[in-house]
C-alpha cells in the first residue's frame, strides 16, 4: 500500500497547533478551532479515520471542556493482580489531580503526533482505539 504524503502545509498546522498547546496547554476555544482547520487536510489526504478522530476530538473538547483521555497509560493484557483480580487501566486523566494540566498536554500532543503518520499501521491501531475510546462515551 502506497503511504500517503502529508503535505509541508499540513504538517505545518499540526506544528503550529502542537506549540500553542505546549505553550498555553489546551484552551478550548482556541484548540477546537485549530482542529476544525486542520480537518480539511486530511479529507483531501483521503485519510477518513484521521478526520474522523479530529472532529470527534473536537466535539469531544467543545463538549467537556478539556481533554481527558490517558493516551499514554500502559495497556495491561487481561492481566490479573496477587489477589486474582482484573487490573483496570485507567482510561482518564483525573482532572481534579495535581497533574492534570501537565498529563492532558501529553496525552494530547501524542494524539497529534498520531495525525503526522497517519499510514504507520501502529497509528492507525491507536487512532482506532481512540475512535472507539470517543464512541464508548455515547457522545458520538
Avoid: C, W
Avoid at 64 to 88: C, M, T, V
Avoid at 111 to 137: G, I, S
Amino acid at each position: 500500500m502506497e503511504e500517503t504524503i502529508i503535505s509541508k502545509e499540513t504538517l505545518e498546522s499540526i506544528d503550529e497547533l502542537r506549540a500553542f498547546v505546549q505553550k498555553n496547554g489546551i484552551v478550548k476555544s482556541d484548540v477546537v478551532d485549530k482542529l476544525l482547520a486542520l480537518r480539511p487536510h486530511f479529507i483531501e489526504h483521503n485519510q477518513p479515520l484521521v478526520t474522523r478522530v479530529i472532529r470527534m476530538t473536537a466535539e469531544y473538547i467543545e463538549h467537556f471542556g478539556y481533554f481527558n483521555l490517558n493516551l499514554l497509560a500502559e495497556e495491561i493484557e487481561a492481566e490479573d493482580d496477587e489477589e486474582g483480580e482484573a487490573i483496570e487501566v485507567d482510561e482518564e486523566i483525573d482532572m481534579d489531580g495535581e497533574d492534570s494540566f501537565t498529563e492532558s498536554k501529553e496525552n494530547f500532543l501524542y494524539l497529534l503526533d498520531l495525525f503526522a503518520h497517519p499510514d504507520n499501521q501502529v497509528n492507525k491501531e491507536e487512532l482506532t482505539r481512540v475512535k472507539h475510546l470517543y464512541l464508548d462515551r455515547d457522545l458520538f
